[in-house]
């Protein structure tokens, strides 16, 4: 027969392993020791069945108490020693939440990007919308639409990209301007049109202000009653919003381009500041875009007549834009993927130019 003597002096025992314990592990040994399937308890336990009725009513309440107590002491030391634990976590792993957190690499927009994003808005608010056409162009849209017949010395002026010729011994180029989307516009759309075409475009030239691959921006209106004036205003407005200067004093000098008829070259008052120009002051002249009423001829070749239809067209070199707007001293550097470069002259993503905040 069990004596309840022997339960005491085993609880005891057990006590006192479990306030000795030093870990989680040293205490789950002596839980397993007293409480597992074969631990001091459960064997005694298990000598229940060979007991008398009387000896079990004594002894089940007695075992079924002393696990119970066993269990309570066990978790209540548990909770002691992850306690201990997480305290000497923190004390050895303590982290300064006031120290700022360590800066992250983030992308830019390249300043040609900037560029084209500043020019769409501008000329949105105007009423133009943006067209685009294929880098590859034949020599209609690039050459003869344009005014520039096949032999003639105007097609000299052109450093060109040739491609080989293909079956029919058509030779396609790299367009050397955008103007082939103006073409191409003209002889998919009814007048009255208004467009920007933006893009690459490719010439056999690299020095300080050329590479072989660049961009232009070029505007085309096209309707009944366009003229020289509205020219002049449009392209005023523009200077004025691109350079965000009130004061643009402006000149057009006589030139000659094959598609456009009268012909200019329109130059802006200038002062150096630093690396970069201010448009506005100064008393030099700078060239910046050239422009002109679209020649007969263009309109001729593109089904319209030029009895009916007129307008005007300029074109400006978009990569010359950015360096003298953001004081880039040398064009080659544009497409030299500098990421030092780059992260001097971008531009924020998350600011996207607006007429209302400020383009750049």
Same mark, same amino acid.
Not at 65 to 74: E, Q, V
Not at 263 to 281: H, I, L, Q
């Given at each position: 027969?069990?004596?309840?003597?022997?339960?005491?002096?085993?609880?005891?025992?057990?006590?006192?392993?479990?306030?000795?314990?030093?870990?989680?592990?040293?205490?789950?040994?002596?839980?397993?020791?007293?409480?597992?399937?074969?631990?001091?308890?459960?064997?005694?336990?298990?000598?229940?069945?060979?007991?008398?009725?009387?000896?079990?009513?004594?002894?089940?309440?007695?075992?079924?108490?002393?696990?119970?107590?066993?269990?309570?002491?066990?978790?209540?030391?548990?909770? #002691?020693? %992850?306690?201990? @634990?997480?305290?000497? /976590?923190?004390?050895?792993?303590? &982290?300064?939440?006031?120290?700022? !957190?360590?800066?992250?690499?983030?992308?830019?927009?390249?300043?040609?990007?900037? #560029?084209? %994003?500043?020019? @769409?808005?501008?000329? /949105?608010?105007?009423?133009?919308? &943006?067209?685009?056409?294929?880098? !590859?162009?034949?020599?209609?849209?690039?050459?003869?639409?344009?005014?520039?017949?096949?032999?003639?010395?105007?097609?000299?002026?052109?450093?060109?990209?040739?491609?080989?010729?293909?079956?029919?011994?058509?030779?396609?180029?790299?367009?050397?301007?955008?103007?082939?989307?103006?073409?191409?516009?003209?002889?998919?759309?009814?007048?009255?049109?208004?467009?920007?075409?933006?893009g690459r475009v490719y010439r056999c030239?690299?020095?300080?202000?050329?590479?072989?691959?660049?961009?232009?921006?070029?505007?085309?209106?096209?309707?009944?009653?366009?003229?020289?004036?509205?020219?002049?205003?449009v392209l005023l407005d523009f200077i004025?919003?691109?350079?965000?200067?009130?004061?643009?004093?402006?000149?057009?000098?006589?030139?000659?381009?094959?598609?456009?008829?009268?012909?200019?070259?329109?130059?802006?008052?200038?002062?150096?500041?630093?690396?970069?120009?201010?448009?506005?002051?100064?008393?030099?002249?700078?060239?910046?875009?050239?422009?002109?009423?679209?020649?007969?001829?263009?309109?001729?070749?593109?089904?319209?007549?030029?009895?009916?239809?007129?307008?005007?067209?300029?074109?400006?070199?978009?990569?010359?834009?950015?360096?003298?707007?953001?004081?880039?001293?040398?064009?080659?550097?544009?497409?030299?993927?500098?990421?030092?470069?780059?992260?001097?002259?971008?531009?924020?993503?998350?600011?996207?130019?607006?007429?209302?905040?400020?383009?750049?």
């Amino acid at each position: 027969m069990l004596d309840t003597s022997n339960l005491d002096t085993l609880e005891r025992d057990v006590l006192d392993q479990i306030e000795a314990a030093g870990d989680e592990a040293g205490l789950d040994e002596i839980r397993v020791s007293a409480l597992g399937k074969k631990g001091s308890v459960s064997l005694m336990m298990r000598e229940l069945g060979k007991m008398s009725p009387e000896e079990r009513q004594v002894m089940g309440p007695a075992l079924n108490g002393l696990k119970t107590r066993l269990n309570d002491a066990i978790t209540a030391r548990k909770d #002691v020693l %992850e306690s201990a @634990a997480m305290d000497a /976590a923190l004390a050895s792993e303590t &982290v300064d939440i006031t120290l700022p !957190v360590r800066p992250e690499r983030q992308g830019s927009l390249h300043p040609i990007t900037q #560029v084209m %994003e500043e020019l @769409a808005v501008i000329f /949105a608010d105007m009423g133009f919308a &943006v067209a685009e056409g294929p880098d !590859v162009e034949d020599d209609f849209h690039n050459f003869t639409a344009l005014n520039f017949p096949e032999g003639h010395p105007a097609r000299d002026t052109q450093d060109t990209f040739f491609m080989k010729p293909d079956a029919e011994g058509m030779r396609k180029v790299l367009r050397t301007h955008t103007s082939p989307v103006q073409i191409r516009t003209l002889l998919k759309q009814k007048p009255p049109i208004r467009i920007i075409a933006p893009g690459r475009v490719y010439r056999c030239d690299w020095d300080q202000t050329h590479t072989p691959m660049f961009h232009q921006v070029e505007g085309l209106v096209i309707d009944k009653e366009a003229n020289m004036g509205h020219l002049k205003g449009v392209l005023l407005d523009f200077i004025a919003a691109f350079f965000e200067t009130d004061q643009v004093e402006a000149r057009f000098r006589p030139h000659h381009f094959p598609f456009t008829e009268p012909s200019a070259e329109m130059d802006v008052k200038y002062e150096r500041v630093g690396a970069g120009v201010k448009v506005g002051s100064g008393n030099q002249w700078m060239e910046i875009l050239g422009c002109g009423m679209v020649h007969p001829n263009v309109i001729r070749n593109c089904g319209l007549d030029p009895d009916e239809y007129q307008g005007f067209a300029w074109g400006m070199g978009v990569d010359r834009l950015a360096m003298l707007k953001y004081g880039a001293p040398d064009l080659r550097d544009f497409f030299n993927s500098d990421a030092r470069w780059l992260a001097h002259y971008g531009f924020s993503p998350l600011l996207q130019a607006n007429l209302a905040t400020g383009l750049s």
